[in-house]
């Protein structure tokens, strides 16, 4: 079969395109470690109290033994709720020890947000209706901006908070 040579050059290029692709999607998912955020667990965006982890006292973070930890956020428009503290001030920083495993739950009472642990492989969409999880271990200390990178409304870039790995 004769083929033309522009043929050819169009046809390589778009397998080798292909196979590229692949690589980068494979380095992402089994060398990176990102995958999907969760796995489409519902709640009422209007009773969210109804479960357990997003009451008001289980909000923030949680440590359920010496290097797990649980961190429930509710996101609105424009703040995320990770509870109050002894004096009843919103807590807007949060501090890990290096080497934990943290396990974030988030959900949104309005509309769609974003929960990006900025530099880690934290980074989920929060949509009301749902809960959004990622367990991840956080093995570099530094000080991280948790932030919202979905639009949210005109007070979007108010709405973030600092996680802090310590040594
Ligand atoms: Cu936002």
Request: proline share 3%; hydrophobic share 40%.
């Amino acid at each position: 079969m004769h083929m033309h040579k522009y043929e050819k050059i169009w046809l390589t290029s778009g397998i080798v395109a292909l196979i590229l692709f692949l690589l980068i999607l494979g380095f992402g998912a089994f060398y990176l470690g990102t995958h999907p955020q969760s796995h489409g667990v519902r709640i009422d965006p209007e009773n969210i109290e109804a479960e357990e982890a997003f009451r008001q006292e289980n909000l923030g973070l949680t440590k359920v033994d010496d290097d797990r930890y649980i961190v429930n956020v509710v996101a609105s428009s424009f703040n995320y709720d990770l509870g109050i503290d002894e004096d009843g001030t919103p807590i807007d920083q949060i501090r890990i020890p290096k080497g934990a495993t943290v396990l974030f739950q988030a959900t949104s009472t309005d509309v769609v947000h974003g929960l990006n642990v900025a530099g880690t492989n934290v980074n989920m969409m929060v949509e009301p209706g749902y809960i959004s999880s990622i367990e991840v271990e956080m093995n570099s200390a530094g000080e991280y901006t948790l932030v919202c990178n979905e639009y949210c409304g005109v007070g979007h870039h108010m709405m973030y908070a600092t996680v802090e790995v310590y040594e």
